[in-house]
């Protein structure tokens, strides 16, 4: 009766590869992580954007009321004879140590900005990580609003606080915030380009295109107009 032939092997075992369950659970585990800091990231950097509305934004609005109060002027206008814009002209920006000096010589309070010297200038991250940075200047700009007859525009000066290097991101988010809703052409948040426009229709943010990275969309500025 022959015997079964039993045969031993020596040194290592061959290594066995991933299962194909194993393969999706690594799969589902690395999603995870991403989402995670993905969701980490936006949550981070919507505080952040928060605290540019609330603090910078809304900061520089209440050093402007706070010159207008407590002079009976706006920045810029001339004591001797005021005439209510800004600089006492049409499109002539009041920015940087201009605009730091004009306040500092009322005792007017800045918001923190940047640095000490640096209150106009704030930094923020965009959409991808990438560090920009957002200014604050005062103007007296063409605005419109509304006509006596329904559906018409008037052209007037109005005194406005100019806010350059918007992501389309971040004028988004203060859009929304200031006026309830996203569009360039109305509300006391308007695009540069839009401010003065007498058309009837809504328009988005010019940089806001569809499928354009934040990184390679150009920043705009913005208009936000003041209660003076």
């Known amino acids: 009766m022959n015997r079964p032939v039993i045969r031993r092997f020596h040194g290592h075992r061959p290594e066995r590869g991933f299962t194909l369950v194993e393969l999706s659970i690594v799969l589902v585990i690395i999603g995870i992580i991403l989402g995670a800091v993905t969701i980490g990231r936006d949550v981070q950097r919507g505080a952040a954007n928060q605290r540019i509305a609330t603090e910078f934004v809304q900061g520089w609005a209440i050093a402007f009321d706070a010159f207008a109060n407590g002079s009976g002027r706006v920045p810029g206008d001339p004591a001797a004879n005021p005439t209510g814009l800004v600089n006492g002209a049409l499109d002539t920006p009041?920015?940087?140590?201009?605009?730091?000096?004009?306040?500092?010589?009322?005792?007017?309070?800045?918001?923190?900005?940047?640095?000490?010297?640096?209150?106009?200038?704030?930094?923020?991250?965009?959409?991808?990580?990438?560090?920009?940075?957002?200014?604050?200047?005062?103007?007296?700009?063409?605005?419109?609003?509304?006509?006596?007859?329904?559906?018409?525009?008037?052209?007037?000066?109005?005194?406005?606080?100019?806010?350059?290097?918007?992501?389309?991101?971040?004028?988004?988010?203060?859009?929304?915030?200031?006026?309830?809703?996203?569009?360039?052409?109305?509300?006391?948040?308007?695009?540069?380009?839009?401010?003065?426009?007498?058309?009837?229709?809504?328009?988005?943010?010019?940089?806001?295109?569809?499928?354009?990275?934040?990184?390679?969309?150009?920043?705009?500025?913005?208009?936000?107009?003041?209660?003076?």
Not at 157 to 182: C, H, I, S, W, Y
């Open 94 to 228: 009041l920015c940087g140590a201009n605009l730091r000096t004009e306040m500092q010589a009322a005792g007017v309070a800045m918001p923190a900005g940047r640095a000490e010297g640096s209150e106009d200038l704030a930094v923020y991250l965009d959409a991808n990580g990438n560090p920009r940075q957002l200014e604050v200047c005062f103007a007296a700009r063409s605005w419109s609003e509304p006509g006596a007859a329904p559906g018409t525009y008037l052209v007037r000066n109005r005194n406005v606080m100019e806010l350059r290097g918007l992501t389309p991101a971040l004028a988004n988010m203060l859009d929304n915030q200031l006026d309830g809703k996203l569009d360039a052409r109305f509300g006391r948040l308007r695009e540069n380009t839009r401010a003065a426009a007498t058309g009837t229709a809504s328009v988005a943010w010019s940089a806001a295109q569809p499928g354009r990275d934040e990184a390679q969309a150009p920043t705009m500025t913005a208009y936000l107009r003041m209660s003076r």
